[in-house]
């Protein structure tokens, strides 16, 4: 049983380039969320999905993009890459009643 | 405005002893609380959580305690042990227990001496 599983675990991107944070789970969760965790900020909600084909913004989801065509799937789209979003992203996973499951995150740098 | 607050960045306790980890919090409309134990270059795990109709729960070495009046929920871990060492997140969610909108605080980093 992987879990919650993230790709890449690193990413080196240069300002104004896109990308997609692949995050996928294989234990039928209908809720998948995205953070980000910064120093001596905690993690911050990005966007989050209550099930495949409805998504809803968290608490900073400026400059990022979702979707959730599958249950097993969320990915997190950067459109145009900002110093400002250096950042661990953190995607979970989780069902009814139950504490969410993180994947060990995305370490990723903006030049 | 950070609505909940872990105000000690770490915390150093020696093995066998018992480690108390302090979160506080502002919003009154939270009522389901979560503690999150994270090692390095790994995502959070979750430890323990409390809803806002009790005062404690309590898992084997682990033990959350929360006091409503003053906002103020605590992890007492009893008897530290090395593996303990990692860095614990205390999180709320708001009102039905709705866990999918987490707000977390900046966490404190726990060294458990041998």
């Known amino acids: 049983n992987a879990g919650v599983t993230q790709t890449p675990k690193f990413q080196v991107l240069k300002t104004g380039q896109s990308m997609t944070l692949q995050c996928a789970q294989d234990?039928?969760?209908?809720?998948m969320s995205w953070y980000r965790q910064d120093p001596g900020m905690g993690l911050r909600l990005i966007h989050y999905?209550?099930?495949?084909?409805?998504?809803d913004q968290g608490e900073v989801p400026n400059g990022y993009n979702v979707s959730r065509s599958t249950t097993e799937d969320f990915p997190l789209r950067l459109l145009s890459a900002a110093p400002s979003q250096t950042s661990v992203y953190f995607c979970a996973s989780r069902t009814s009643n139950q504490p969410q499951h993180f994947g060990d995150g995305t370490r990723l740098s903006i030049l | 405005d950070q609505q909940v607050k872990q105000n000690s960045p770490s915390l150093s306790v020696q093995e066998g002893r018992i480690s108390i980890l302090n979160c506080d919090y502002t919003n009154s409309m939270f009522d389901y609380f979560l503690w999150y134990k994270k090692y390095p270059a790994e995502g959070p795990t979750f430890l323990i959580s409390?809803?806002?109709?009790?005062d404690k729960n309590e898992d084997g070495r682990f033990t959350v305690f929360l006091n409503k009046s003053a906002k103020h929920l605590s992890l007492h871990i009893v008897p530290s042990q090395p593996g303990d060492s990692a860095v614990y997140f205390c999180?709320?969610?708001?009102?039905?227990?709705?866990?999918?909108?987490?707000?977390f605080g900046t966490g404190t980093l726990l060294a458990v001496q041998p």
């Open positions: 999180a709320a969610s708001g009102v039905g227990g709705a866990t999918n909108k987490l707000i």
């Open positions: 999905s209550v099930g495949a084909g409805i998504t």
């Open positions: 234990m039928n969760h209908e809720y």
């Open positions: 409390i809803s806002s109709i009790k």
